[in-house]
T-cell receptor
Framework: RKEVEQDPGPFNVPEGATVAFNCTYS??????FFWYRQDCRKEPKLLMS???SGNEDGRFTAQLNRASQYISLLIRDSKLSDSATYLC?????????????????FGQGTILTVHP | DAGVIQSPRHEVTEMGQEVTLRCKPI?????LFWYRQTMMRGLELLIY????????DSGMPEDRFSAKMPNASFSTLKIQPSEPRDSAVYFC??????????????FGNGTRLTVT
């Protein structure tokens, strides 16, 4: 089983739609969670962190479910500019010990295309 | 502020040749990471440094790969000899801390390597 798994995608949605991505992680010692965005042929960039209580940033809402070991990203009122690959990122915490502490593991990414 | 700077942007070389990728992290960042991205395997962590010291190189595929960080402002990733399967985009990233919420990864533009 992969350490971090994401919805296979691709997702093709019209402008204005609401779309949600899920991501599961296998290591229960994981400590920090993020969503990164990667545009075509560009570097990944931090979209938002995911906190235990859930958090929102404009049209974007992130949720964490530690019991089920998954995180989600919800995008409301999709824009053409939201078209990108969304990467789920998980880090291991102090409990993992040794050199694994703080190791960031990326999911394969989910491709989103928003069309007019 | 200047971000993470990588060079070259593109590299095309023949199998068997030595390839050297370069990275200048953001000033003041204590952690430097080398990632490789392919369609098949996504983003993979190759190695990371803390204060110029290699901490975890378990992701380095084999002895043909080596990385150095002679000082806080420069790192290299070397492949010798190169093989076609090394073709990928290689990203360098830096951060203040590893895996912390207040310390996201900042990626360089990447080096697109093609080995023929």
């Amino acid at each position: 089983r992969k350490e971090v798994e994401q919805d296979p995608g691709p997702f093709n949605v019209p402008e204005g739609a609401t779309v949600a991505f899920n991501c599961t992680y296998s290591n229960s010692a994981s400590q920090s969670f993020f969503w990164y965005r990667q545009d075509c042929r560009k570097e990944p960039k931090l979209l938002m962190s995911v906190y235990s209580s859930g958090n929102e940033d404009g049209r974007f809402t992130a949720q964490l479910n530690r019991a089920s070991q998954y995180i989600s990203l919800l995008i409301r009122d999709s824009k053409l500019s939201d078209s990108a690959t969304y990467l789920c990122v998980v880090t291991q915490g102090a409990g993992a010990g040794g050199t694994s502490y703080g190791k960031l593991t990326f999911g394969q990414g989910t491709i989103l295309t928003v069309h007019p | 502020d200047a971000g993470v700077i990588q060079s070259p942007r593109h590299e095309v070389t023949e199998m068997g040749q030595e390839v050297t990728l370069r990275c200048k992290p953001i000033s003041g960042h204590d952690y430097l990471f080398w990632y490789r991205q392919t369609m098949m395997r996504g983003l993979e962590l190759l190695i990371y440094f803390n204060n110029n010291v290699p901490i975890d190189d378990s992701g380095m595929p084999e002895d043909r790969f080596s990385a150095k960080m002679p000082n806080a402002s420069f790192s290299t990733l070397k492949i010798q000899p190169s093989e076609p399967r090394d073709s990928a985009v290689y990203f360098c990233a830096s951060s203040l801390d590893r895996g912390a919420y207040n310390s996201p990864l900042h990626f360089g533009n990447g080096t697109r390597l093609t080995v023929t």
